[in-house]
């Protein structure tokens, strides 16, 4: 399906499997950057998935989002969208308000998190805080934005519908930020 998808473009697309433990040993760490710069040098777009044929329970992300941070990170990029099936984080209190900008995660913010997990994710709102802690310590922005609706970034950027998460200011080396 993406082989159609991104054809009918003409795009070219690539695979990169990855397990935890190539995001969190630094020397697999930096192979995958390497293996990321090579492939959007060569003009491919990386469709990046959980390793699950050699990764075992004991080193599995288990959740995309906490993965696709780790790959925002390894990459160096500047924001990261994760499309859920909400609109983002909502306020306890007000089940229709939506937080709309975190600035530091703390018991507060993990306190709003819903511990519900659907039938389509495995982390649910817990994984995404996680992540954006993951982001926000590399200096990368995160959005949180509903992907059930036709053209989610148009929809998320006109109708300004999801919660941002602001990057800490960090003039960090790259290697001192993997290791945050």
Known sequence: LFSQTFTKY???ISQILLTL?????????????????????????????????????????????????????????DTLIIFSDVDGLYDKGNKKKIIKEVKTLNNNIYKLA????????????????????ICMNAGCHMFISNGNKRNPIKHMIEKKIFTKFIPKISTMAARKKWIV
């Open 10 to 12: 003409k795009l070219n």
């Open 21 to 77: 433990e190539d995001t969190e040993e630094r020397r697999r760490s930096l192979n995958a950057k390497r293996t990321f710069e090579n492939l959007f040098d060569l003009g491919f777009i990386p469709i990046v998935n959980e390793n699950d044929t050699i990764a075992t329970s004991e080193i599995k992300y288990g959740d995309n989002d906490r993965l696709a941070a780790r790959v925002a990170q390894i990459i160096g990029a």
């Open 114 to 133: 819903d511990t519900k997990i659907n039938n389509y994710g495995s982390g649910g709102m817990i994984t995404k805080l996680e992540a954006a802690n």
